[in-house]
């Protein structure tokens, strides 16, 4: 039985990627099909792009619309890390649209899945091991009865957070992470798929000579004469008000931390118009970011530092990647293009479209 690989790269930006000692990628990229074009979604947030993978869909359809969101109904935050994203998910699964056996490990949203290894489980770790152990536990369920394995690398994503994407240690771990791909290739020989990708991209932050800042944008709006709920997810923020107006939403045009500014009629636009994502939506400057943590590398936001991520599709025997056109690609493209792969035709209505030109 053929066994496929979804290996995410938590947080890998193309840049780095490019330059990285990943010789093993390099070579899946060359021998398969790659890009270093495929568009993330916005707002790139892990749990807005690992949705989108998994369901084929945008956060205006599957519902997660950042990393956290104002239940308006209940008049609570609700924050991804304390709530479970299984139960808040409103698209089904790839896990749920398969009847065989699949295994999720360390993936933020693992609904469905038949083999759960939780993310928590790593987060307790250290970043320098995170990779290790999440390899590890890969390694012990090769020998089951198995066929899609969809495993998040999330140690890549605090490497860029913690020393920055254009950090030495960041590449590092790029290389770290194509070492333990190359032995799972190893370990399964000849019959495997692989398929690589990012939720989203990475954008540099501080640096030793940075003027770049943190801001508490409720703060700010409310000493502006704005009464506004803002709940970020690094350098996005949701904005939640009883009375939003065109004076608001000129206001935060001016401001020299904001990149962008997307009212109803953008959100539609862009596949965010939810009743999660509240009345405006904003995402940060380059050098800028909506939370507490100093970081010195970030994402949320929609540069092109975040919104492009690489994507390998490799086939060990040759055979599944031909006509197959990695042009104009997208995250939500992943799950259609798997389900062709295994010639299953589900009734569900995906928003992206499977790679695939002939199936």
Excluded at 197 to 209: K, R
Excluded at 237 to 249: A, G, R
Excluded at 331 to 354: A, M
């Amino acid at each position: 039985m053929k066994k496929i690989f979804l290996f995410i790269l938590d947080g890998c930006a193309v840049a780095p990627f490019k330059t990285a000692n990943t010789p093993f990628m390099k070579r899946l990229a060359v021998e398969g099909k790659s890009t270093l074009e495929c568009e993330a979604i916005f707002p790139t947030a892990t749990f807005s792009g690992h949705s989108s993978i998994l369901t084929g869909t945008y956060p205006d359809r599957h519902g997660m619309v950042g990393n956290q969101f104002y239940d308006r109904k209940m008049k609570l935050v609700k924050n991804f890390d304390d709530y479970n994203p299984n139960d808040h998910i409103q698209a089904l699964t790839i896990f749920e649209l398969l009847l065989f056996p699949t295994c999720a490990i360390c993936e933020p949203v693992p609904k469905g899945a038949s083999t759960i290894i939780k993310k928590q489980i790593f987060d307790s770790l250290p970043i320098d091991q995170q990779n290790q152990h999440i390899f590890k536990e890969l390694e012990k369920l090769l020998t089951l009865n198995i066929k899609l394995y969809v495993v998040n690398f999330q140690g890549v994503d605090g490497f860029g957070e913690t020393k920055g994407p254009s950090s030495p240690e960041y590449s590092a771990c790029l290389g770290e992470v194509d070492g333990f791909i190359e032995a799972i290739a190893k370990q399964v020989q000849s019959e495997f798929v692989m398929l690589i990708t990012a939720d989203h991209g990475m954008s540099q932050l501080y640096t030793e000579s940075s003027i770049e800042a943190n801001i508490d944008l409720e703060m700010e709006l409310k000493k502006a004469g704005f009464e506004v709920k803002c709940l970020a997810s690094h350098r996005m923020s949701h904005l939640y008000t009883e009375s939003p107006t065109k004076d608001l939403e000129s206001f935060l045009k001016t401001r020299p931390y904001i990149d962008k500014v997307f009212n109803q009629k953008e959100l539609e636009r862009i596949h965010l118009k939810h009743e999660r994502s509240g009345d405006l939506v904003v995402s940060a400057r380059k050098g800028f970011e909506f939370g507490e943590k100093r970081l010195k590398g970030s994402h949320g936001g929609a540069t092109k530092d975040e919104m492009l991520v690489p994507f390998i599709i490799y086939d060990s025997e040759h055979e599944s990647t031909k006509g197959i056109a990695l042009s104009k690609m997208n995250l939500v493209d992943i799950c259609p293009t798997l389900l062709d792969l295994l010639n299953i035709k589900p009734k569900v209505k995906f928003q992206g479209k499977s790679l695939y030109k002939s199936k």
